[in-house]
Structures are given as C-alpha cells and as structure tokens.
C-alpha cells in the first residue's frame, strides 16, 4: 500500500510500479472497492492523502480538489455559499458496506455516476471541465481547464470520467458547480403501474415545466422509503421533481399536478421530505443491506418497462425507475450469472450493469456490458495509448 | 500564408487518376467530383484566407459508402478531410492537396423524432436548425444554438463540440448528443451511446465530441430535445464601460441566477450593428448587455426584476425590458448579426474564440486595447459573457501589405493573454490550423503527447484530417517508446509541419 502525499508522489509510485511490472489498484477512499471485475494486483495506490481544495471561486462557478479530498468536504463548502453539485453524486459506498458520505471527489468522477438530477442537469462527466493526473507510464499530465467553453484539444475529461481508474490516476479535478436552487417541489402521484408511470414521466418530461427529475417505485420498494408520504402510500409511487426560484417552483408543481391529474391521485412534497426522497433514490437506499445482486440498466426510458416485464418472466427481481425511467434499479435474486444473460438479453437498446454481486459471479461474467468486437478493439486501443503495460486497475472494466 | 501543412505526398498523387477511379466504383454518377472548377466550391471554409483544392471530393450517401471510401483510402494510405457546410472558423475542413475531401452534404436526412423519449436521429448533414425545425410543430427544439445555425451541420457541431448564446444555461453539443454512428478509418462502423443515458464503457462519445474530425467519419447523430420554454424575455441594459458591464454579469451569477443567455458587446460592435439592423441600441454607451431569461412567465417576470435591479445599483445608463415577442427578436437581431454587420465597416475580419474567467474581463479588454494599438489594427468585441466565452473581431484588410499577418500576429497575442488570465485558447471554433501553432501555449510536451497517442489509437497512419490541431506530426510507433525527459520529448529538433 502506497499513500502518496501529493502529485508528484504519485508520479513516482507509478513511474516505479511500471518500472517493476506490478499492477495497481488505484483508490480514493475505498467506498466503492466493490463496483467492477475482482482484481489481481500487486499493490494499492491510496489517494487519500491529496485532500484540499485550492480553487473555488463561486462567483465563478468554479471549484478545484485534490482528487482524494471527501466528498462531504466539497459539499460543505459548496453549501456555505449556497451552492452544490447539480449532478447530485450518488453515495454508492453503503451498497458495498461503507459508512455513509464516504466518498473522495475523484472517485466520484472515476466511477461518472449521478444521481436524479443527471436527467436535466448532465451526469458528472458534464461537470467535469479540468484535470491532472498520472498515466499508466507515470507521466504527469493535464487536461482541460477551469472554464466551462473549452474545445481546445481532446476532450480527455469525458475520457477519464467514468474510466474507473484504468486509464490515469487523477490527482486533482476542476468542476463546474452551480447555485442550490431557492426552492423544491415533488409532485407524487399514486397507484399507477410501470407502464402507466413512465407515460405519466414522458408527459411531465415533454411539459415545459423544466422537471428535473422524475422516478417511479413500485410499490414493494415504495414501503421502504423513509418519507411518510411514499412509504405509507400502499400503492405505487411516481414523483416528478421540479425547482426554481420560490413563485416558479410553486407554479410548476401546480401545473404539473392539474396536467397528471387525470394518471391519479397525486401529492406534493416540500423541502426536506422531497430531499430525503431522491437521495434516497439516487443512493439506491432501497437496495442496501440487501444480500441480493444488483443491476443498473440504462435503456431508452420508453423501453424500461417492456425490458423489465419481460426480466420479471424468468427470474425473482425487484426494481425501481429513476431519469424518467431511462435508469432502472433491479434487483434479482442470487444465482450463478446473477441474471446477466437473461438480462442483457431482455434490453432493447442501453446497457446493463451489475453494480454488485459476489466477488465469484463479478468473476464469471462481465460486470459492464460487453461491446461489439470493433468497439472493443478500439477501447482497449485507447486503454493502451494511457496505460501501455496494464498496471492501473488491470481488468476491472473487462 | 506562412501555414505549413503536411507536405503532399508525391506517391498519392501520382495516382490521382486511379484512386479517382476507385471511388467512382464506390459513389457512382455526379459523387465524385474532379474537375478543377467543381473543386473551387469546397476550397476554403469559413476562414478563407486559406486556400488549397482538394485533390478530389467524393460525397456519398450511405454508411456503407462511407466505409468503403475510408477502407480504400486506409489500405492505400490516403488523407482525408471531412466536411459538413464548411461553416468552420478555424480552417477544420480545409482541403489537403494529395487529399479526399469527404462531403457529408447528401446526409440531409432526419431519420426519426421520438417525443416519449424526447430525442431525434438525424444523419450528420442535417443542418443544426433544421432539427428544430423538424419538432417545432411540437413545442420541442435543439437547445444548442451557433449563429450559423441556418447552415452549419449537426456532424460539423459533434466535430467542434459548438455551442451558441443559450449554451450558458443548456449545455453545448456535448451536453446534448446522446449516440452517434461513426466509421473509423478503417472502413469499421461504430455506434456510441443511443437513445439512453451515460456510456456503458469508456466515454469515445465525449472523446468524439470536439475532436475535429480526428477520429472518424460521424454518419448518424441521436441528440436531446427539449420542450420550449413556455415565456422568455430579454432586457436591454447599455452601461458607461465595460467594467461596470462585467460586474453586473458576475452580480447576476453570483445572485444565484442563470440566464437563458447573457450576451455583451462593446462600443464599436454596438454601432457597427445599429448601423446594420436597427435594433434601436443606445449609442451614448461603452457595452450592451442582453440578458434573457426564459421558463414559466412567473419565473421571467420574477427574475426580470431582480436583473433590473442588479442592473441599476451598477451604474446601468439605459434599461429595457423586451414588452413583445417581436421586440425580444429586435433585442437579439443585432448581436446575432454581428458578424455580417462589421463585415460592412471592414474588408476583412478574423473571429477569435478565447474563453477566460468572468472576472478576468477588465483586465482582458485593457490588454486587448494595448494590444490593438501595438499591431495597429482596429477590433470590436462580442462576448458570450455568462460563460466567458470572448469573440473579438479584428479588422484589416488583406489587400493592405502586411495587414493580415499583422492581424494574425494581433489573434496570436490575444489567445496567449485568455491563457494568461487562466483561460483557453478556443471556447467552441475549435482549433483546426488557426490555433494549432498556439496549442503549446496551454500544453507542454507530455500533454500533448498524450492526446497524439489517443489519435494513434484511432488512426495510427494519421490519414485523417492531419494537419490539424497538432503543432506535431509523429509517427504513432515512436510515441508508443517515446521517453519523456523533465517534460521534453527527445529529439526536438525533428522536423515539424
Ligand atoms: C457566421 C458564423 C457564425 C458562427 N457562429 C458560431 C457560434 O455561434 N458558435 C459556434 O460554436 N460556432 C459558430 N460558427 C462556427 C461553425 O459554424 C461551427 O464550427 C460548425 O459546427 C461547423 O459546422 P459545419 O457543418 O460547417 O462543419 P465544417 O466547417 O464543414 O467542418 C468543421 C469540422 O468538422 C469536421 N466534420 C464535419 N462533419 C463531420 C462529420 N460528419 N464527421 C466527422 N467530422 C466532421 C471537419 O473535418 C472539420 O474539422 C460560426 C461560423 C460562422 C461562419
């Protein structure tokens, strides 16, 4: 276990590990140790120890970290001048057995995963505008910048978000940050099916009623929930988010309500229940401490319903819709593949996941969704070009 | 002009005829084009002042054409240059003299609008507005607006990640684009992303996005669209310098508020425009702010207020709020005519792109005034001011001696001072020949290095669109080995392009 101090630490600890062959496991702050192919490597590089944050300007809209530093720390001092990540960073670590709020701001963007409001606010890749980091020869390198027009160059941000550690190791990120909006509203409405639930999302969607974020839970899941007016429904739940200053948000939940009237009987939530709501949502909370193997299927949100009904034929499954029904939660119950074939087999376009299983099963089938033979070839290309020798995070992404 | 491009090779050209030949087996009829004076139509792009004829253009009208024409030119190892309008500033499809010009004009098609999930599919050579156009009937549009929207293609948008005065608030292309078909220099088809969100491996969709032409060959484009805001408004603000004017655009973001679109000009661009259009500008003051709100009209009449209040607690001289849809337009037509109005008060013009920080604007003018006094040519300023996005027009004419290398050299000084101050060299022309010189005044060595090894994993012979981008030229199986020595690649004295 290597812990570097700073970047230039982690220039070396990887130029030697490439000069010796040993393959790395690169790691924030281990939350999400779990998410991907099970991995043989020859030592940890631990990027705690690059904390801080050496740029925020909010007039700017515009803060810098060191990669290692908490996400909780980013989110506090954004909240001290009222602003946040709009892409609302999803908390995976309890899923895998970590504390709470875990989380560093790198692995946020190594592993590009957004919460609800990726739907109208771009995933964490959109946010990303700048960084430096570490190939796979121990090269120091950067990319980007600190302003949100920038097409100088390739656009290695996008590259790296999402790439799990594979590609570099960054040690320090530049992203955009935007203001807390005055006020929330969540519109639920109750009792519908899957299939009544995404059209009632596709309505509010195509409303110019700017939602934000839209969901859908059955209502097994939907008795889980920690806010009162979701759990004790009984019934399904459909919740349809909308935000602004306070006369807007309070219009668009107005509106929405009279227009999605006729799929139901609907609610509102105000503040802190709406906020419980889709954290919950976004952090998949009705999956953790569940033993069960769990998927994340991203499919054209018209086609979520279809996919699942047709998943729901041949095996034990639970689930729930997020992004409109573009991002579906399932959870399946154990089996060798954990459901891959069937799964992946069921999709009519988008990608399926397993976000987390057994060591064993991770081993047996492929954790992300395998691509066809040219798009494989030229990834693995491109893994190359970063990582010539294989040493950062060899095969997880496999 | 002082630009070198990689030098023709003799070899290819002296198989003009045959490879003519090969692609008419691949497009046959009126899609190949040969004849010297056919050739002049794709010559230039939109920065004309360079020139080459392609050694021919071929445009196709299927992906499978497409392919074969790239698996011919890969296996015979000639260069191609893509191209969608030609509406480029920074020389992105400027021919090669031994090279293909690849046309994308005949995929003009939109191939499917899907409003349950609010996308449309269209090939890559349909133009950026017609895709609104195609859902307006709907209430739907394309959120990212370039001023050349009417002409530009949304394959020449995904080439230069190009973004327009509502990107500010919705995101340029890359914020929009959800899947792409793309065929790679070998003639292999490829499809990123789709109809759903997020890519299920590396993200090659964002790497495409703003990569020039590069890559690959886009054929197909699925984008967003989003219902149009129900209202919008804009306020007319004209202020006695451009600080004050700057100050406001921080107040305004720093109040927690992002408009529709946040646009500035200063003096000489507010005249040269009144002149034009007859917005009915204030011509008494130094810089013109527009600022648009739009969303539920409780929204807009709300955070109208709150502009116009910010406005005048920062010293604003004059202050109009749009009453009608017809006075919004007249409020935008001059700054989007911007353009063509200065080109009346000048023979020439260059468009620069730089971004800096917001708050770096004061500053960035000043200089910008040194400098014009320096390389003794007049320029005005247009500025995507939300985002810090600057386009100053430099004005010379090129008939004059030495007026255009003067300009040039007044660009040059410009993009080093957005690097200075913080900023980046292109915020969405992209880089093309114009500032591929410059690229190492943000990068050093090992950076670029890196992003040359990410071409060589598309395209190892380097047949497409070479030339541009990159200051250097080396072989892919060199930078496999390359050594990097305290950030200098070795053998620096190579020869460069
Ligand atoms: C008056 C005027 C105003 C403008 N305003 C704006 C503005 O507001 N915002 C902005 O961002 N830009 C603006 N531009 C620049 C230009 O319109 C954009 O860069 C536009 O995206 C170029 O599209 P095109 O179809 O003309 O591409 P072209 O100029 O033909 O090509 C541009 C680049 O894309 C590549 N390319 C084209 N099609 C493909 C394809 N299918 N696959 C792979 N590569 C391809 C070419 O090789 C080239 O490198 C403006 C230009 C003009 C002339």
Redesign the pocket.
């Known amino acids: 276990m290597t812990k570097p101090r700073d970047a230039d630490d982690v220039r070396q600890a990887v130029a030697d590990a490439a000069a010796a062959g040993t393959p790395l496991e690169v790691v924030g702050r281990g939350t999400k140790r779990g998410l991907g192919r099970p991995m043989q490597t020859g030592a940890s590089l631990d990027l705690s120890g690059l904390s801080g944050i050496p740029l925020y300007e909010p007039d700017e809209l515009v803060m810098t970290a060191l990669a290692g530093t908490p996400l909780a720390d980013v989110e506090a001092t954004l909240k001290a001048q009222n602003q946040r990540l709009a892409f609302e960073p999803a908390d995976l670590g309890p899923l895998y057995g970590a504390p709470e709020n875990a989380a560093s701001i790198g692995g946020v963007f190594a592993s590009n995963l957004s919460g609800p409001g990726r739907l109208r606010h771009g995933a964490a890749r959109d946010h990303l505008l700048g960084l430096k980091a570490v190939n796979g020869t121990g090269e120091f390198f950067k990319t980007g910048g600190r302003v949100v027009k920038n097409v100088t160059g390739y656009d290695l941000c996008k590259l790296l978000a999402g790439s799990h550690g594979t590609l570099a190791a960054m040690t320090e990120v530049t992203f955009k940050v935007l203001p807390i909006p005055e006020k929330t509203r969540t519109v639920l409405i109750f009792g519908l099916d899957d299939g009544r639930a995404r059209e009632a999302m596709s309505a509010a969607l195509g409303s110019p009623h700017e939602v934000i974020a839209a969901a859908h839970l059955p209502t097994s899941v939907a008795t889980r929930s920690s806010v009162a007016y979701v759990s004790g429904a009984g019934r399904g739940v459909t919740a349809i988010r909308v935000e602004g200053p306070a006369p807007s948000a309070e219009h668009r939940c107005k509106a929405l309500r009279e227009e999605l009237a006729p799929f139901g009987a609907t609610e509102e939530l105000h503040g802190m229940n709406s906020a419980t709501l889709w954290r919950e949502l976004g952090d998949a909370r009705p999956f953790v401490g569940d033993p069960r193997p769990l998927w994340r299927l991203s499919v054209p949100p018209t086609e979520g319903p279809q996919a699942i009904a047709r998943i729901a034929r041949t095996m034990q499954a639970e689930w729930f819709y997020d992004w409109g029904g573009g991002l579906v939660w399932l959870a399946v119950s154990p089996s060798a593949d954990a459901g891959a074939a069937a799964i992946r087999e069921a999709l009519g376009g988008g990608h399926a996941t397993l976000v987390r299983a057994d060591d064993a099963v991770r081993r047996a089938v492929p954790v992300f969704q395998p691509q066809a033979a040219p798009l494989a070839a030229l990834a693995k290309r491109v893994k190359e070009s970063m990582d010539p020798k294989g040493i950062l995070n060899p095969g997880r992404m496999d | 002009m002082a630009l070198r491009m990689p030098a023709p090779d003799q070899d290819v050209l002296a198989r003009r005829r045959e490879i003519v030949a090969a692609l008419r087996e691949i497009v046959p009829g009126e899609g190949v084009i040969d004849a010297e004076d056919e050739l002049r139509a794709y010559e230039c792009?939109?920065l004309s002042v360079y020139r080459q004829l392609p050694m021919v253009a071929v445009l196709p009208s299927t992906t499978d054409q497409v392919s074969r024409i790239l698996r011919y030119c890969h296996e015979n190892r000639v260069r191609v240059?893509?191209?969608?309008?030609?509406?480029?500033?920074?020389g992105?499809?400027l021919p090669l003299a031994d090279g293909v010009l690849l046309g994308?004009g005949k995929?003009n098609k939109i191939l499917d609008i899907d409003y349950a999930n609010r996308t449309v599919t269209a090939q890559?050579?349909v133009t950026?507005l017609g895709i609104s156009t195609a859902v307006a009937s709907s209430g739907f549009y394309y959120a990212p607006?370039?001023?050349?929207q009417i002409?530009?293609?949304i394959?020449?948008?995904?080439?230069?990640?190009?973004?327009?005065?509502h990107s500010l608030k919705y995101g340029l292309t890359t914020n929009n684009v959800l899947g792409i078909e793309?065929v790679l220099v070998t003639g292999e088809v490829i499809r990123l992303g789709g109809k759903h969100l997020d890519s299920e491996g590396y993200d090659l969709l964002g790497l495409v996005t703003g990569s020039?032409?590069?890559l690959?060959?886009?054929?197909e484009v699925t984008v967003r669209i989003l219902k149009k805001p129900s209202t919008a408004r804009a306020v007319l603000i004209g202020f006695p310098s451009n600080e004050d004017a700057g100050d406001c655009v921080a107040a305004i973001i720093a109040a927690g508020i992002i408009p529709g679109g946040m646009e500035m000009m200063d003096r000489p661009a507010i005249h040269a425009t009144e002149d034009f259009v007859h917005a009915g500008y204030p011509l008494d003051v130094e810089a013109l702010l527009i600022v648009e709100l739009d969303g539920p009209k409780v929204e807009v009449d709300h955070l109208i207020e709150q502009v116009a209040g910010i406005a005048r607690a920062r010293k604003s001289m004059t202050l109009r709020i749009s009453q009608t849809e017809e006075e919004r337009a007249l409020f935008w037509a001059g700054r989007k005519s911007a353009?063509?109005a200065v080109g009346r008060i000048t023979p020439d013009y260059m468009?620069m792109d730089g971004t800096i920080p917001r708050k770096k604007l004061p500053e960035v003018l000043a200089r910008m005034r040194e400098l014009s006094e320096k390389h003794r040519l007049r320029f005005c300023n247009v500025f995507h001011a939300g985002d810090g996005n600057l386009h100053p027009l430099i004005l010379f004419d090129a008939n004059k001696s030495d007026e255009l290398e003067r300009a040039e050299k007044f660009g040059a000084d410009i993009l080093r001072l957005c690097v200075e101050v913080g900023g980046v060299l292109t915020g969405?022309?992209?880089v093309?020949i114009e500032k591929r010189d410059l690229m190492d005044t943000m990068f050093d060595d090992v950076d670029l290095a890196q992003q040359l090894r990410i071409k060589c994993a598309f395209d190892p012979e380097s047949l497409l669109?070479p030339g541009?981008v990159f200051p250097v030229l080396h072989r892919c199986a060199e930078m496999g080995r390359m050594i990097v020595n305290k950030g200098h690649l070795p053998f620096p004295d190579l020869p460069r392009f």
């Open positions: 792009d939109a240059v893509p191209r969608g309008a030609g509406t480029s500033l920074s992105g499809a994308l995929f890559p050579g950026n607006d370039p001023s050349s002409a530009c293609t394959g020449g948008n995904i080439a230069e990640n190009s973004g327009g005065v793309m020039e032409g590069l690959g060959v886009v054929t353009f063509p468009c969405e022309h992209g093309g669109n541009k």
